[in-house]
């Protein structure tokens, strides 16, 4: 890796090439429409590229590309060894340009250029190289029957999958419906986030270099109310995975039972709460980790721990904390390795953030933050903000904000904080700060959401499934359990003379 002080990274920006055609049957092109939408950096303004604006043909040419390609069986019925040595190349690709994969995404979203480097790209190489590594070590079943019969069930690829990422993590969101999709053998048509396109569209062109056959990994960046839209109602995709808004993710489902009732897996939205108890014995471990809960990736995380409930025999000395913390992560240049937040994805999102901000500032007690900022006078920037007492019906405790805002609740009993928890419409992840076994074991098993970190926030792994309960959607990614969405079962029966 080369030096990366913030001059360093700043010139490697300047000298960065960026394509923002989309990616269809192996080459890049213009949209149908020749049309073109601005690629903006939120740190700054500036334009960073103009990027294909792709609607429903180009979704069509995609489509069609990808039913062609799984139709010859040039990627699925490829021989599962080949099929993981191109994938396991691709991983490679990527590690290979990890510095401008990182580049893309601080510059293209906001988030801090160190965290892209370190944490979203060598985690996308990873997933490739995880699924590539499994994909020769699925087996299929052999069911019992009596004499004279072979029921053979294995697992077969669906065909077209479509997937629509969100912005937030764009890289990573793509590689963890990508990865596995085409580790099950399918070809996929990806519809990135307009507000963060380019990373996606690289991946394409590694992918290709990696030796991906054409039609098999399609990219078509656009609007949702268009080529999102497109996506989700075409006649022959035959599964949609998406990451996105409670609010899209009920779209999706509603395209499907309009178009071809194809599977639709959603992973939408949440507000976490992250539970501290008063005989967890070492509270600064768990403010430095509930400040990274609410702050990182400006708080732009869908599991972000965003709700932090406190026994209140520990509250003000744990707020104390939690504000020291926030004051040490003031946002700045995401170019800078300096900086501790980078920028929010656009004005709009900014905008949004803000009036939950000023709203709160009449109900609830502002103790870190509130105000938007900006960098050398430029800039999408909100200081790490937190609420104290806040009433557990305020907007700031049930709506999802995604934004670095942190709302304080304070709990008398175990039973009020699980209740509390759990009184929620999402379900996606909650963290457990105790040091009691019985009381981790007792509140984890109450808590209804996907994953429960404990004396820890957001914890996953390749090997463990991410994804929610209740408005939070049903879609799981990454694991094995991942590969289900993406192949059906299908069950041979051959009789034969015994």
Known sequence: MLDNTHEDWTARAANLSIRGQAFIDGKF????????????????????????????EDINRAVAAGRKAFEDGRWSRMAPGDRKAILLKLADLIRSN????ALLDSLDMGKLVTDAVTIDAPGSAHFFQWYAEAIDKIYDEVAPTGPGDLALVSRVPLGVVGAVTPWNFPLDMATWKGAAALAAGNSVVLKPAEQSPLSALRLAELAAEAGVPDGVFNVVPGFGVTAGKALGLHMDVDCLAFTGSTAIGKMFMQYSGQSNLKQVWPETGGKSPNLIFADCEDLDAAADMAAFGIF?????VCSANSRLYVERSIKDVFVEKMIARAQ??????????ASKMGAIVDEKQTQGIMRFVEEGKKTANLVAGGERVTI???????APTIFDDVSHDNPLA??????PVLSVIPFDSENEAVTMANDSIYGLAASVWTDNLSRACRVSDKLMVGTVSVNTVDALSAQTPFGGMKQSGFGRDLSLHSLEKYTALKTTWIKYKA
């Open 296 to 300: 990182f990736n400006q708080g732009e």
């Open 376 to 382: 050398d006078g430029k800039g999408c920037f909100i």
């Open 398 to 403: 049930r709506d999802e904000i995604f934004g």
């Open 328 to 337: 040490a992560m003031q946002p700045g240049d995401p170019l800078d390795p």
């Open 98 to 101: 990890l510095e401008e994969m």
């Open 29 to 56: 092109v213009d949209a149908a429409s020749g049309k073109t939408f601005d690629s903006i950096n939120p740190a700054n303004g500036e334009v960073l590229a103009q990027v294909a604006e792709g609607d429903a």
